[in-house]
């Protein structure tokens, strides 16, 4: 018999926990995991998943317009209320599954917020459990400044469940989740103001990406503006009155921030093994996921580095794999793809061409770019433009970096991230057959290079 009653300990049952306990018990583990919430964890209840569903929901908006170039006679309204009630229920169906999926791989969930008491020791629902090793998998929250009047504001948390769609609102932060939620509410039919402390949105993201998506959605009446940062947030009779720090005023019916999300290490007694944090407040962790704690290990979020479900649910799986199989495997942050759900969406996988230049030098690079109107738009006749863009290691041909901004480009980037990653160069490209008529073709066909 083992001297301890687990031998993995999951603290937070969202995408990482439930991966990594999963692969855990596939492997004869003795796993439990304790979930404070609901079991699922933000991808799935109050992120990815409810997020994508409101994007396809609205984009219809989009859709009926473009049909009527077809020769279809289509209205339409949407009923915003009957569409949160349904993705309300798929996400209690995906819950459901979620602990499903926990029961059937003999993996016990506890309800309740885990502790750690001691070495190998972990306090919840009234109980004291040990376990060999402790995996923290706790996820990480909307992050809000201090300013007066923050109460009134919303997060994406509060976002997704919006009981009546806000007929005006000012989106505070100009990344992933303001992007997104600024494409749901303007083709749900909302007035959007997306208020960026920056001069563009998507900070880290390639130049022209950056660029090209802040036109898209100009043209379809997102306000962007630059250079504001918000001094207070007051009641203004029904609604919301936001004032800059240059003193500007902007009447609103909902504020929402999106300004980054903080790791959850609250209340998680890490003090008691010596589990650090490092300077961005999450969790610090070697490439094994090993904390500065024996026994203790983190993955996801709560560690702070690439917040990115796929990324959170391989460094788990990794844990697994080298704790319970034998089959050491590190975390491996190199060429993530990553996609943005706007409306249109951005798909890109590698360096941007201002992170190869860094890297590279200016002259190392080579870069390839087609801007077009899809075909499907000629009809429709949507004032809408793809752009695609490649950039080149010049000295070895290597792809270093794909992306894309237009429908679809989540979808094609995720092929073209097995090529970046795989190391394959333009030549590959070139010498791979188009797809006729597709979008996707331009990757294979593009030969001039973007003069500098
Ligand atoms: P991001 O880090 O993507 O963006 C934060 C934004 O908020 C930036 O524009 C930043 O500006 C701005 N900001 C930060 N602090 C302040 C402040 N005090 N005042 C004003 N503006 C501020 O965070 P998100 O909240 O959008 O998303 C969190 C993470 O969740 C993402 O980084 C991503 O990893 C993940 N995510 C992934 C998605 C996907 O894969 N599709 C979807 C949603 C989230 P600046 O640029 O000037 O720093």
Same mark, same amino acid.
């Given at each position: 018999m083992s001297e301890f009653d687990y031998d993995l300990f999951t603290i937070g049952a969202g995408s990482g926990g439930v991966a990594g306990s999963r692969r855990a018990a596939s492997y004869g583990a003795r796993v439990a995991i304790a979930e404070s919430w609901r079991v699922g964890g933000t991808c799935v209840l109050r992120g990815c998943v409810p997020k994508k569903l409101l994007v396809y929901g609205t984009h219809f908006a989009h859709e009926i317009e473009d049909a009527r170039g077809y020769g279809w006679t289509v209205e339409g309204a949407l009923e915003w209320s009957k569409l949160i009630a349904a993705k309300d229920r798929e996400t209690a169906r995906l819950e459901g599954i979620y602990k499903n999926l926990l029961s059937g791989s003999k993996v016990e969930t506890i309800l309740g917020h885990a502790k750690i008491a001691g070495p190998n020791t972990v306090e919840v629902a009234g109980r004291r459990i040990t376990a060999k090793y402790i995996l923290i998998a706790t996820g990480s929250k909307p992050q809000l400044p %201090? *300013? +007066?009047? *923050? @109460?009134?504001a919303i997060t994406s948390n509060e976002a997704l469940d919006l009981p009546a769609l806000p007929k005006r609102v000012a989106i505070v932060g100009g990344g992933y989740i303001a992007v997104e939620f600024a494409g749901i509410f303007r083709a749900a039919g909302a007035e959007v103001s997306v208020l960026i402390r920056g001069d563009r949105i998507l900070r880290g993201f390639d130049g022209d990406v950056r660029d090209h998506l802040a036109a898209e959605m100009t043209k379809q009446g997102i306000s962007i503006s630059p250079g504001t940062r918000v001094a207070r947030i007051d009641k203004a009779g029904d609604g919301l009155r936001v004032t800059t720090e240059a003193g500007a005023t902007l009447g609103v019916d909902a504020v929402m921030y999106a300004t980054g999300r903080i790791p959850n290490t609250d209340g998680l007694g890490l003090e008691t093994v010596g589990v650090h944090l490092d300077k961005a407040g999450g969790i610090a962790v070697d490439e094994w996921r090993q904390t500065t704690a024996p026994g203790v290990y983190a993955v996801g979020d709560v560690t702070n580095r690439v917040q990115l479900t796929p990324v959170a649910i391989a460094e788990a799986r990794g844990l697994a794999e080298t704790l319970f199989n034998s089959n050491p495997i590190p975390n491996d942050h190199g060429d993530i793809p990553s996609a943005v759900f706007s409306q249109p969406p951005v798909g890109s996988v590698g360096l941007s061409q201002e992170d190869a230049e860094r890297i590279l030098g200016a002259d190392g690079v080579d870069v390839y770019r087609a801007t077009f109107r899809p075909m499907k738009h000629t009809l429709s006749g949507r004032d809408e433009k793809t752009m695609m863009k490649l950039v080149v290691e010049s000295a070895s041909g290597r792809v270093r970096g794909v992306h894309m901004v237009g429908a679809d480009a989540p979808e094609i980037v995720q092929g073209l991230a097995i090529a970046v990653k795989a190391g394959l160069t333009k030549k590959d490209f070139d010498r791979t057959a188009a797809i006729h +008529?597709? %979008? %996707? @073709?331009e990757f294979v066909l593009m030969r001039e290079k973007v003069k500098r």
């Open positions: %201090a *300013i +007066p009047g *923050i @109460e009134h +008529p597709t %979008a %996707a @073709e």
